[in-house]
């Protein structure tokens, strides 16, 4: 059986994650109530900032801007995309 949350992203009770995906507070957060949905939203956006930015996320920097990120694109403001980028 799955863990069901609400999800405060897309706004609707939604299938939770199985483990929190990011260490420490933001990680407990997204865990307790973000759902499966809207965390595949944010993997597909990060990957888009990650290869559009080239960022390198082994980079103690790239993992603070990219943690500032996914909180704005789940619980906020939401996230910009990077200058210039044209979907494809």
């Known amino acids: 059986?799955?863990?069901k949350v609400f999800c405060v992203k897309n706004q609707?009770?939604?299938d939770g994650l199985a483990f929190a995906p990011w260490p420490g507070k933001p990680g407990q957060r997204v865990?307790?109530?973000i759902g499966t949905a809207a965390w595949g939203?944010?993997?597909a956006h990060q990957t888009m900032l990650i290869n559009e930015n080239r960022l390198m996320p082994r980079d103690p920097q790239t993992r603070a801007f990219l943690q500032g990120e996914m909180v704005k694109f789940l619980f906020g403001e939401?996230?910009?995309k990077p200058a210039g980028f044209t979907p494809t």
């Open 1 to 3: 059986m799955n863990r």
């Open 12 to 14: 609707r009770e939604d």
């Open 31 to 33: 865990f307790d109530s």
């Open 41 to 43: 939203e944010w993997l």
């Open 78 to 80: 939401g996230a910009e």
